[in-house]
Nanobody
């Protein structure tokens, strides 16, 4: 099973930017759809963004559309989440995950492998 390690989280002021990275192990990365989710304290883990195997298609939650951008580099086995115009409500632990082929991209249950998460805190 693929192993995922996120990095790039931190503390940023509202309006600022951060780029999260997720490094994947294994030889199947280029054939796996990937996603980002986030979880704030005492809330459910929610969908943020997803990207197809080739990177040609990307999908976003309404709350981040226009501010966040997901991308991938299959040569580096890495998926990224560029986050701009950050708001305090974006504060959460962010997780990357590997999606089962053919599963709906926005559902938590579509993803088999998860990273350990990286904390993003946006101050007002």
């Amino acid at each position: 099973q693929v192993q995922l390690i996120e990095s790039g989280g931190g503390l940023v002021q509202a309006g600022g930017s951060l780029t999260l990275s997720c490094a994947a192990s294994g030889s199947t990365f280029s054939s796996t759809g990937m996603g980002w989710f986030r979880q704030a304290p005492e809330t459910e883990r929610e969908f943020v963004a997803a990207i197809s195997r080739s990177g040609a298609s990307a999908y976003y939650a309404e709350s981040v559309k226009g501010r966040f951008s997901i991308s991938r580099d299959n040569a580096k086995n890495t998926v990224y989440l560029q986050m701009d115009s950050l708001k305090p409500e974006d504060t959460a632990v962010y997780y990357c995950a590997a999606r089962r082929y053919g599963s709906p991209y926005s559902l938590r249950t579509s993803y088999d492998a998860w990273g350990q998460g990286t904390q993003v805190t946006v101050s007002s």
